[in-house]
RNA sequence: GGAGGGGUGCCAGAGUGGCCGAUUGGGGCGGUCUCGAAAACCGUUGUGGUCCGUAAGGGCCACCGUGGGUUCGAAUCCCACCCCCUCCGCCA
């Protein structure tokens, strides 16, 4: 949610971000003319209130019966007056922040003007893509042979797009989350396990709907939606709080299976895992004070970079374009891991600033110590990493020529020593 | 799912139509006392909106689980819903 104020103060800065992202800017005017319109309205309102309140009490007070009858009946008329007045606020309130909700959150300045992902800008290149001396497979080769990956049977249950892990590739799958959980905790974040079903107002909270309600899945009878990822849970996590500004930052980590329609890639991707209706995903959540943003965007990048290197996954950091970037983001910085099976790089992390857009939304303050009053935290989201993906990197890359794949070394104490995967 | 009890400020807990934005106690903060601390005493202690003001600040409005209703006036009465507790049923 974007600061009305912002819109009453600075409408070209609210149209100079739309105009980057690429978006029409007739609703800022309209934002400005429902908001002069209700402040007009709540000045009515309130001084009619006013007048009510100091007559009621005197009614209260006083003795005589003809007096207190005669205000009674005045009052009856003042009533109705502010009835109509109300009805007309009550009206035009929800609609000015319906309105207010569609707004995305304005990019930073760094945040270079591109069409989509394919004018994301490279950052930096870390590790070096690895070689072979045999065309190396992709994993929906590699998989099937090895007896771990099983497309059939997850088509038979739940349709395209879904697939099953058997044995040590279901195992290589659990581990990989173990090992990002246990990792990311040890710099710092707080585990936290989440309900994968939430209220609608939690996945309004952290900006998923209005606007993306197609991509999600929901319960049509009950007020259950289907978390797309933890980012969702994470942030309502503390909605409605005020926080001490001692306890910032507060870091969260949390895997979470996501769900995802993926209505806009339909029939583009299906081949292999890298994009399905469901997937797992450990993330990392921060709140923390406005002028602590810019260092822990920076400290979860590393984070989430760090998870790769410790893999000995290639990877290089993207600089999101503002065609690509999120609802909620202010900036976003992607990670993409090379995978060599189908050579492609494969997004795996998004890390954003959200800055205080989201706090907005779900109501999450602090109260400055000595200071009065209170300030919306600013918060960040990251991947750590996203799964199918960096199991396909690991499946593509350490691949050996008789089709067995090296289990990377960091990963073995959570598949019980085995070390490489063979032909079942 | 059924029966009963309950949701009030940071916490506990009073309040059943006007004197209640809300008694009181605890906690927090500031102060007095003290070499210092404890105790005691005094003071203070919610959030949002809006208007005025350069600001400090001030006025007004709203908020007692949520949403409606009755009334000149609602924490208090009525209706619906949500949540928590106890018991029963069912159940991974």
């Known amino acids: ?39 007009g309205l709540l000045q009515q309102v309130e001084s009619l209130r006013a007048e009510k309140n100091q007559a009621s009490k005197e009614i209260g007070q006083s003795k005589d019966p003809d007096q207190r009858q005669e205000r009674i009946t005045a009052m009856r008329a003042l009533g109705d007056q502010l009835d109509a007045l109300e009805k007309e606020l009550a009206e035009l309130e929800p609609a000015l922040g319906a309105l207010l909700g569609t707004f995305p959150n304005l990019p930073d300045e760094r945040v270079p003007v591109g069409a989509d992902d394919s004018e994301n800008q490279v950052v930096k290149t870390v590790g070096d893509k690895p070689e072979f001396d045999f065309e190396p497979r992709p994993h929906w080769d590699i998989g099937p042979a090895l007896g771990i990956l099983d497309f059939e049977r997850g088509v038979k249950l739940s349709g395209t797009r879904f697939y ?36 609608e107002e939690v996945v309004y909270a952290s900006g998923q709907l209005p606007k993306f309600g197609d991509n999600l899945y929901h319960d049509h009878e009950e007020d259950f939606w289907w978390v797309p990822t933890a980012e969702v849970p994470l942030t309502s996590l503390h909605k409605d709080e005020i926080l001490e500004e001692g306890d910032l930052p507060i870091s969260y980590t949390a895997y979470t299976p996501c769900f995802r329609r993926e209505k ?22 921060v709140f923390c004070k406005p ?17 790769c290197q410790l893999l000995g996954l290639p990877y290089r950091v993207m600089n999101q374009c503002t065609g690509d970037l999120g609802f909620a983001a202010s900036y976003t910085a992607d990670i993409e891991v090379w995978a060599a099976g189908c050579q492609e790089w494969l997004e795996v992390s998004s890390v954003s600033n959200v800055r205080d857009f989201q706090a907005r939304r779900a109501a999450i303050r602090y109260r400055p ?42 990963l073995r104490p959570w598949m019980g020593g085995v070390e490489v995967i063979g032909p079942r």
């Open 1 to 39: 949610m974007l600061d009305i104020q912002l819109f009453r103060d600075h409408p070209d800065l609210v149209r100079e971000g739309l105009a980057r992202r690429h978006q029409g800017t007739e609703a800022v005017d309209q934002v400005i003319e429902m908001d002069l319109l209700r402040r």
């Open 264 to 285: 806009f890639s339909a029939g583009r991707e299906v081949r292999g895992i890298k994009r399905g209706h469901q997937f797992d995903k450990v993330e990392m959540y």
């Open 164 to 199: 099953v892990l058997n044995g040590p590739g279901a195992r290589l799958q659990r581990a990989l989350i173990s090992f990002m959980l246990d990792t990311i905790t040890k710099h710092g974040y707080e585990e936290r396990y989440t309900p994968f079903m939430v209220k």
């Open 291 to 307: 002028e602590d943003s810019e260092s822990q965007f920076e400290r979860m990048l590393e984070n989430a970079e760090r998870i």
């Open 369 to 410: 110590e000595g200071g009065k009053g209170t300030r919306f935290v600013h918060t960040l989201n990251g991947s750590a990493l996203g799964l199918p993906r960096v199991l396909i990197a690991v499946l593509e890359n350490n691949q050996q020529e008789d089709g067995s794949v090296v289990i990377p070394e960091v």
